[in-house]
């Protein structure tokens, strides 16, 4: 294997960070013309109502005002929000505007005005008359609850996915391998516990917003906040009942997605307005809106049972998942299931293991894709009981896990049995250097298993935990990745790319796959993406795929490049192609006879050579086998306050096999930004509601979010690792940094108190009230 | 009602509801680089110099503003190139969405701060979310940057 690299591994700085530092217009909201209406979404203030009128009588006489839709006005197509591929493993139960609405700022109709203010007036004039419903609020209670959130007769599943309506369940499945029950009777130690993770809000700083305007072919144009615009050109096809053909979809930067941007939120409603009217408009939504009329996490109850033998041998493995989707169920069969997939596979030395459960409906704020997608709830329950396991046994949890864990080489039925919505692919696991990470983990934070806690002042207990976990790369079988090379005068290279950067620099690290396949520098690449009407077929950013799955798009298309470039050459130098050499600056006959300079030959093909003048350019696609998954080892330590139950974090260590992490800088900002996500849904984020269902934090005053004051330190670090089915040994790194610190976090309160607390988050009241619980027995 | 500004050394007459918040009067007037991500003061993003001294210009009223001197990154826009080589440098530059916010209240604290040790760097900035970066490579980009500062 090559790993001498010019411009892979290299720390390249961000492309567009100088530009978005210094404030340039970037943004959809900077971009939008500033004629443009704006619309204004009126949203249900009951969890569940019918709606009986609506009077915009009222606010048509607010001058500015040109337009007001309600359901009435809109073509009645049930369709998903979901940014999935096709078909997707998501309900389709939602309507544009319907006559029912399901939560708390779900959509009830939208006025449009020539400018902000009146916009605003126009909506508070819209007189909604409802019939109060019952809501159904507690996800335990959601299932044959009398109240049917669904009852609507044209909604319907792609396939099936476990999809009853009736009985408030949007999806559901299971699965088994070998017998669990009866290893689990057999086994000498036996864990059993439930654990509960909470909704977290995505809080990507740039609201959802959405510019949309016809062009001088009446095209519909919508430039959007999104990662995924080849998904939002076709739901929103299917939601306007329009031909694809007549929708263009242009990703400028966004300001953060972690998932929150994986759906269509605002495009459906622009757009309504825009071919109404025919003018521009746009969407931007209020940081209040998007707390409540957006996504959230998926709310999790993960009953867990653990089966070993006596020297710490994990012999089988329960997991029963029962999952809130909230009140449409964009993503719900998906996530739920990478809470085992992602999961089960870390414990691969096991007889017998067992994953199931529902996904229901509530009357609450929908959840949604959100990074770490199910694989961070289920990590917190796994790896929760692993540790619950070791206290049993007696064993140093770290032991434990060395025993137990997947190694190189090594597989894990799960992987075959277990996709996102259907049957995995079997997958031998090439790189995974987790034996590494614990070790070097183990190092970095001075792990003693006979020290894990200790008092540095009275009250104040210092203590460490840990977890391992993993993540996948992209989705095998399913999703797909496309790259267009084209060579310019002067010798330099256009790249187009479907492939969506969400800010994390894939514009960048793609160019610096490309310009390593073909030897030249990374400036000589020239990035646009993103334009469904200019760029090729992608997926979009989620799944932790761009690295791996747009990469090799990228590499194959750059082997064609090279290929092509070969070619020209061959045919002025009258030699088989194959006598011809490509360095990155030249282009040679083997014998060293004729030379071109890439220069030249670009001037050449475009300029000089008559009849034989063409443009050259090659493209490649990529669709993944498999989807390697990279590892981390997290080790947290904190401090804790047994007065308040306050927990401090001062330190947190992640050791991460990525394979080659094809930019170091980018790599280790993602692996921190994971992480900070992670410590704050473990500590304090949460979605709270009110007793009739609204939502309590629906504003960063009462949604707090990690600041900069919160964490002493982090520490990441890289495993070497070479994963050989990735772009330059690459892997994924978007979402392994989030996985670990719910459990380690929780980990090490029990190593300082001997409080196990099962449910999340980890806030001073819980903590308190455990440690008291933990002391009086 | 009307309110005079001066944006970046350029002084103009903005015609104004009374309620309106100085970002918003400030994004449609053209100046997007102003960045707006709550509407609670909470965030940081909409952070502009007034006078020199950082505001959260979501929670300030135009009104209020009227004869006052605005400074929007692109009023600075040679320190911020300067401070970008730093933050590019270290990938701290994610979404971007959080940086001109921030790049202001960093040339702010330049100004207010000697030596500032990484806890008063911390405090000063606290005010300034960023959900992409895990706050760790801004720090570092921000040590390094102060530094070259000093010379
Ligand atoms: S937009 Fe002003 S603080 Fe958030
Ligand atoms: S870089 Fe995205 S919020 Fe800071």
Redesign the pocket.
């Given at each position: 294997m090559d790993k001498h690299f010019n411009e892979v591994g290299k720390a390249r700085p961000k492309i567009d960070g100088k530009g978005l530092v210094t404030g340039r217009p970037a943004y959809t909201d900077d971009l939008a013309c500033g004629d443009a209406l704006v619309v204004k979404i009126i949203r249900s203030p009951h969890a569940h109502a019918r709606i009986v009128s609506v009077d915009m009588s009222d606010a048509q006489k607010v001058s500015g005002f040109v337009l007001a839709l309600s359901s009435k006005d809109v073509k009645r197509i049930p369709f998903t929000r979901a940014g999935q591929g096709h078909p997707e493993p998501s309900p389709h139960d939602k309507f544009i505007l319907d006559e029912y609405v399901r939560y708390v700022g779900d959509e009830v109709a939208i006025v449009a005005a020539i400018d902000e203010e009146s916009a605003a007036e126009a909506a508070r004039l819209v007189k909604v008359e409802y019939e109060v419903l019952d809501a159904v609020l507690d996800f335990e209670e959601a299932m044959d609850n009398p109240t049917v959130i669904h009852p609507e007769p044209e909604i319907h599943d792609m396939f099936p996915i476990g999809f009853e309506p009736k009985r408030n369940i949007a999806a559901a499945y299971a699965m088994e391998i070998g017998d669990v029950e009866k290893v689990l009777e057999a086994s000498e130690v036996r864990i059993k516990a439930s654990y509960h993770t909470q909704a977290q809000a995505h809080v990507a700083l740039e609201p959802h917003t959405a510019y949309t305007y016809l062009d001088l072919h009446g095209r519909l144009n919508v430039i959007t906040s999104t990662q995924n615009p080849f998904h939002t050109r076709r739901l929103l096809g299917q939601a306007l009942d329009m031909p694809l053909r007549n929708i263009r979809i242009q990703k400028p930067r966004i300001g953060g997605g972690f998932g929150a941007k994986q759906h269509l939120h605002v495009e459906p409603y622009a757009a309504l307005v825009t071919l109404k009217t025919g003018k521009p408009a746009k969407v931007v939504l209020s940081r209040k809106e998007v707390f409540e009329a957006t996504f959230s996490r998926h709310q999790m109850r993960i009953d867990v049972g653990i089966g070993a033998t006596r020297d710490g041998h994990i012999r089988a493995i329960d997991m029963h998942v029962l999952s809130n989707t909230g009140a449409y169920g964009e993503h719900a069969l998906t996530v739920f299931m990478v809470g085992g997939s992602k999961t089960l596979p870390l414990y691969n030395k096991v007889e017998a293991v067992r994953f199931g459960g529902q996904i229901v409906y509530t009357n609450k704020v929908p959840a949604g894709a959100y990074r770490g997608y199910g694989a961070i709830q289920g990590n917190f329950a796994l790896e929760s009981a692993i540790d619950e396991l070791a206290a049993k046994l007696g064993m140093d949890p770290v032991e434990l896990r060395k025993k137990n864990m997947i190694a190189e080489g090594q597989t894990s039925e799960v992987f075959k049995i277990m996709g996102e919505g259907g049957e995995g692919v079997e997958m031998i696991v090439e790189s995974c250097k987790l034996d590494y990470c614990v070790k070097r983990g183990c190092r970095l934070i001075d792990w003693l298993p006979s020290r894990l806690a200790y008092e540095v002042a009275p009250g104040r207990i210092r203590a460490k935990g840990m977890a391992i976990a993993m993540q996948g790369s992209g989705i095998p079988l399913i999703d797909m990745g496309s790259a267009n090379l084209e060579l310019q005068d002067d010798g330099f290279f256009k790249l187009h790319m479907g492939a969506t950067d969400l800010g994390t620099g894939s514009d960048t690290i793609l160019a610096q796959i490309a310009a390593e396949e073909l030897g030249v520098d990374s400036d000589d690449i020239i990035v646009y993406a993103s334009d469904t009407d200019h760029t090729p077929y992608d997926v979009g950013a989620y799944a932790s795929s761009t690295t791996y799955v747009s990469g090799n798009a990228v590499i194959r298309a750059a082997q064609n490049m090279k290929k092509e470039l070969c070619a020209a050459a061959a045919a002025k130098f009258s030699v088989d192609t194959d006598q011809v050499e490509f360095d990155g600056k030249e282009l040679r006959t083997k014998d060293g006879s004729r030379t071109i300079t890439l220069k030249e030959l670009s001037f050449d093909v475009l300029y000089h050579d008559g009849l034989n003048m063409k443009t050259i350019n090659a493209s490649g696609s990529f669709s993944g086998e498999k989807s390697p998954p990279p590892y981390m080892a997290g080790f947290v330590e904190v401090e804790i306050d047994v007065e308040t139950g306050k927990v401090d974090v001062l330190d947190y260590v992640a050791v991460v096999d990525c394979g080659t992490p094809i930019n170091p800088q980018l790599a280790r900002i993602q692996v921190e930004g994971g992480l900070l996500q992670g410590i704050g849904m473990a500590l304090y984020e949460d979605v709270q509601y009110t007793e009739n269902g609204h939502l309590r934090t629906n504003n960063?005053m009462h949604y707090k979010i990690p600041s900069r004051e919160d964490v002493k330190k982090l520490t990441v670090e890289f495993a070497e690792s070479y994963e050989p089915s990735g772009p330059f040994g690459a892997k994924s790194v978007g979402e392994i940094g989030i996985d670990t610190p719910l459990a380690a976090i929780a980990n090490a309160i029990y190593n300082a108190t001997g409080a196990r607390i099962r449910e999340l988050p980890l806030t001073p009241p819980k903590v308190l009230a455990a440690i008291r619980e933990a002391a009086q027995s | 009602m009307t309110i005079t500004l001066t944006v970046n050394g350029q002084e103009k007459v903005h015609m104004i509801t009374p309620g309106a918040m100085l970002?918003d009067v400030l994004r449609s007037a053209g100046y997007t680089e102003v960045k707006?991500?709550?509407?609670?003061?909470?965030?940081?993003?909409?952070t502009v110099l007034l006078d020199g001294l950082p505001i959260?210009?979501?929670?300030y009223l135009a009104a209020k503003a009227d004869g006052h001197e605005i400074t929007t990154i692109r009023g600075l826009e040679k320190e911020a190139a300067e401070f970008s080589e730093f933050l590019v440098g270290e990938g701290a530059d994610q979404c971007g969405f959080c940086s001109p916010g921030l790049a202001l209240t960093v040339m702010a604290m330049k100004k207010e701060l000697k030596a500032p040790s990484d806890e008063e760097i911390k405090h000063y900035l606290a005010g300034n979310l960023c959900r992409c970066s895990g706050y760790e490579g801004q720090l570092r980009a921000i040590k390094k940057y102060l530094e070259a500062c000093r010379g």
């Open positions: 960063l | 970002v707006k991500g709550c509407d609670t003061g909470s965030c940081g993003v909409c959260l210009s979501c929670s």
